[in-house]
């Protein structure tokens, strides 16, 4: 596909979760959503992953696409800017690599082991074995090993309870719900990281004209609260102006 040229100073951003938004139960872009975001990118906007995922899991599904991609990975842990578009819009020929959350996924491995004591039925991605990482995800092999390889948090897929949320938080770690699991980190959130991310454009001069948001979530919440035309896949999720959609197809371009 041929990749147009952006114009300069006037920008769109089109953030868009992954789990059940871009992709399907079974981990496959949805082909609506792959039209959708061709499109868009035809129209200008910048294409940018605000997921859960980690970079090694966002960079496959953008290699799908076949278009430049920035990526929020880890539920807003980091921002990674490819040095494609950061050579286009940064004048830096490098990679740029924004992180946002002190905490890193060793110490948080460190609280669960704690935990497991108190609690010996709780599953992560660090207590648990490949085949066990499938079973719970219904990832494929080659997808599980992507997915463990997490930098900024841990994904509780059994066992999170009230009594284990206290002692997370006792430690200045923090929950987040996603369409599946729960993800335990810093303080940082997809809001937080679209908002850093939009202000770093605003100071290399540039206007943005339209920001959509899409995801199904409530950790998608502070992204669709941050953007100016928010989008819900399903109904998981209620947001006051945000519009309900089932399929990338109604996203309006």
Do not use: C, W
């Amino acid at each position: 596909m041929p990749k147009p040229s952006l114009y300069l100073k006037e920008l769109n951003l089109f953030f868009t979760d992954l789990d059940e938004t871009l992709i399907d139960k079974n981990y496959n872009i949805r082909d609506d959503a792959k039209e959708r975001i061709s499109a868009a990118f035809q129209k200008k906007f910048i294409i940018v992953f605000a997921s859960s995922k980690t970079l090694a899991e966002e960079i496959y599904y953008a290699k799908q696409l076949n278009i430049p991609v920035i990526y929020i990975v880890e539920n807003g842990s980091a921002i990674y800017i490819p040095a494609e578009l950061s050579r286009k819009f940064f004048q830096d020929k490098t990679r740029k690599e924004i992180k946002l959350s002190p905490i890193k996924k060793e110490f948080i491995v460190s609280v669960l082991r704690k935990i497991e004591k108190d609690y010996p039925d709780i599953k992560y991605y660090s207590n648990s074995t490949l085949e066990e990482i499938s079973l719970f995800t219904g990832l494929p092999t080659h997808l599980a090993e992507l997915a463990r390889k997490r930098e900024f948090t841990e994904t509780i897929f059994r066992g999170y309870a009230s009594g284990v949320e206290k002692i997370l938080v006792a430690n200045g770690l923090y929950a987040q719900k996603g369409s599946k699991f729960t993800t335990i980190g810093g303080n940082v959130d997809k809001g937080k990281a679209a908002r850093f991310l939009i202000k770093l454009f605003t100071r290399f001069n540039y206007s943005l004209k339209r920001i959509i948001g899409i995801g199904d979530g409530e950790n998608d919440i502070p992204l669709l609260k941050t953007v100016n035309e928010p989008y819900i896949i399903g109904n998981k999720i209620n947001l006051k102006d945000a519009k309900k959609v089932y399929s990338f197809s109604e996203i309006e371009l």
